[in-house]
């Protein structure tokens, strides 16, 4: 079986683990992250590492008779507020946050004194810096957004739409979602195999944080993400994720995709809402199939039976605040860093949130694994401590 992979160069820990796991079970992979217009084909499977990739994927499949995803699908699971229309047609809408893609002020109005986030509709949660935009930023209310953000210059360019090129030029525009005031969520990493079966593999536990950027405004970021047993998820999360996956895959007629999340949003005291269903393999699968040697994937992908004797722990380090100097030799640690990490050398920040999205800040990610919740967190205790041992400051 050929495949091919459609990525961007950025994301590279998406499609890596990918690649070899098909390749491991004897299929042939070819990976383009640039120049789609110039793929030639045919291939037997199309894997879209990015959402936004997705009505490609749909466009080659249609081209190479492939029934995976349709068109339409593709152009609904790449859209945030596109998704959340269809949940709500779908019989969803309990557990979909409201949201609209605002054109004037009175579109406004029933966040008059409500928080609400503001994300386009296509794209990830990598912001810009503060100053400059408004992507995945939250505000106390109205009032609080039109002291901050030239209202008017967001609501004409909601009238038309962005062609945003780091996302395949697709139209994009800012839609303006409820904030979820809760503390944590549940995400679960599932397959659909190439008959429309449901596979749940395993479970995230991630804690909120938030960070106050100024007087308007603020973010709320998960810190981490903690792989947990199905005993540990509250009942009426897997009920809805059940009812949620179901839902979708039967009414778009999924196979042969990857899910990460959706995101349950949880607090015993309120609703559960749901946000970024992402159809694509996500970091932590890929972190799982490293810490269980790189044979899970090749056994989901294979529909064979699987075990999970090895938990993992996707966390920042919680490093001491201030500008580096020096940094010793790390090598020993590298089997717990994340790819993605920056690089520390002098000169680098380390901020006091270390959760913010700010280039010039060194943002240490950590793949913990362990047996279970105390083992993980009594080797994340460890590594953090080496790892501040090998920095020195200025």
Not at 173 to 188: N, S
Not at 227 to 233: A, N, P, Y
Not at 240 to 264: C, H, Q, R, W
Not at 369 to 391: L, V
Request: glycine fraction near 4%.
């Amino acid at each position: 079986m050929k495949n091919l992979i459609i990525g961007y160069p950025r994301g590279r820990n998406k499609w890596h683990g990918l690649s070899k796991a098909l390749e491991k079970i004897g299929q042939e992979v070819d990976i383009v992250i640039e120049n789609f217009n110039q793929i030639e084909g045919p291939y037997d499977r199309v894997w879209a590492m990015a959402e936004s990739l997705l009505p490609l994927q749909a466009q080659l499949e249609k081209k190479w008779g492939i029934d995976n995803i349709s068109e339409e699908a593709a152009d609904i699971l790449s859209d945030k507020k596109k998704m959340d229309d269809f949940c709500i047609s779908v019989g969803l809408q309990e557990i979909i946050p409201y949201s609209v893609i605002p054109t004037n002020l009175d579109d406004l109005q029933r966040f008059k004194n409500k928080s609400f986030i503001i994300k386009p509709v296509i794209g990830s949660g990598t912001k810009m810096d503060y100053d400059t935009s408004v992507d995945y930023i939250s505000y106390k209310n109205t009032e609080e957004f039109m002291k901050s953000v030239p209202c008017d210059l967001l609501f004409k360019v909601n009238k038309t739409g962005f062609y945003d090129e780091k996302f395949n030029n697709r139209l994009n525009f800012y839609m303006v979602q409820e904030h979820l005031a809760h503390t944590m969520f549940y995400a679960p990493y599932i397959y659909i195999n190439e008959e429309g079966n449901i596979k749940f593999i395993t479970w995230i536990e991630a804690t909120v944080e938030y960070n106050k950027i100024d007087e308007l405004r603020f973010e709320c970021k998960p810190t981490n993400f903690m792989m947990v047993d199905s005993s540990e998820v509250p009942q009426r999360v897997k009920y809805y994720s059940e009812f949620f996956f179901e839902t979708i895959v039967d009414e778009l007629k999924l196979k042969n995709m990857f899910f990460a999340g959706p995101d349950f949003y949880y607090n015993v005291n309120l609703p559960i809402k749901i946000i970024d269903a992402n159809p694509r393999i996500g970091q932590g699968l890929q972190i799982l199939n490293e810490v269980h040697n790189e044979e899970l994937l090749p056994k989901i992908l294979s529909n064979e039976p699987f075990e999970l004797d090895t938990y993992f722990w996707w966390v920042l380090a919680d490093l001491k605040p201030g500008t580096i100097k020096e940094v010793k030799d790390m090598s020993h640690l590298q089997e717990y860093m994340l790819t993605t990490n920056p690089e520390l050398h002098a000169g680098k920040v380390i901020p006091k949130f270390t959760y913010g999205v700010i280039e010039q800040y060194a943002k240490i990610g950590l793949k913990i694994p362990g047996k279970n919740r105390t083992d993980m967190i009594e080797t994340y205790r460890s590594i953090n401590s080496q790892i501040q041992d090998c920095i020195v400051y200025a």
